[in-house]
């Protein structure tokens, strides 16, 4: 029997994209769904590294702490999201601080636990190494976005990934509570050049306000089409 002459159910079935929500979801040894309020602390800088998380639902925010006291955020985390992986790699301690900024939802799963679903299971294993891959394609850009583009570029880029744009899905609205001040610690700029920046996307029809910021998809023409340049 060819694949066309197989029941549609049968093709709909094999082709079916893998949904980590979906598996994660089931009842297994070593993971347990979690809900989290805002501003609770997932773990903190330090901790003991013996989980990987996966966010089902919320935004949360990733931290870190100079020696002398100083906070940056250096990334934030949505929905279909790990984190925590690095336990997978024998880090022993967090070198991180990871709380929610809306209530959250997620799955908790023990190292050994993540270490048989990589090995024992090869859709999840594929899902999770495209992850990881995506990760570091991010980290490189983001490198690349804070040497050589301009704080406004790089505003409008942070803006578009926070607004899911360039992701599988519908893009959304960034949620309120992203404050100036943590806009301008992840593009390495201060708050007065941000609210200028801001200021300028909103007369230009880039962004709006409606009790929280929304981001339009004319912002990408900044971010495109606007060639890179060395800071000065």
């Known amino acids: 029997m060819t694949d066309l002459e197989r029941p549609a159910r049968d093709r709909r079935k094999r082709t079916a994209v893998f949904s980590p929500a979906s598996f994660l979801a089931q009842p297994g040894t070593g993971r347990s769904t979690i809900k989290y309020r805002k501003n609770e602390v997932v773990f903190s800088q330090g901790d003991p590294a013996d989980a990987v998380f996966?966010?089902?639902?919320?935004?949360?925010?990733?931290?870190?702490?100079?020696?002398?006291?100083?906070?940056?955020?250096?990334s934030i985390l949505g929905p279909d999201e790990f984190f925590g992986e690095a336990c997978m790699t024998g880090q022993q301690q967090r070198l991180v601080t990871v709380s929610p900024m809306t209530d959250t939802v997620m799955v908790r799963i023990e190292k050994p636990a993540m270490v048989r679903l990589v090995h024992e299971?090869?859709?999840?294993?594929?899902?999770?190494?495209?992850?990881?891959l995506n990760r570091t394609i991010r980290v490189e850009a983001d490198l690349i976005d804070q040497l050589f583009n301009s704080s406004e570029r790089r505003l409008a880029r942070l803006l578009l990934l926070l607004a899911n744009y360039g992701k599988e899905g519908k893009p959304e609205p960034i949620i309120a509570n992203i404050s100036q001040e943590t806009l301008a610690e992840m593009i390495g700029t201060t708050r007065s050049r941000v609210s200028f920046f801001m200021n300028r996307f909103r007369k230009l029809g880039f962004i709006s306000y409606n009790g929280h910021i929304e981001v339009?998809?004319?912002?990408?023409?900044?971010?495109?089409?606007?060639?890179?340049?060395?800071k000065t």
């Open 54 to 74: 996966y966010v089902q639902k919320g935004k949360l925010k990733v931290t870190v702490v100079s020696e002398r006291g100083k906070e940056a955020v250096v």
């Open 121 to 132: 299971h090869s859709e999840f294993s594929q899902m999770f190494m495209t992850h990881i």
């Open 216 to 230: 339009h998809k004319s912002l990408l023409n900044l971010v495109l089409h606007e060639q890179p340049h060395i």
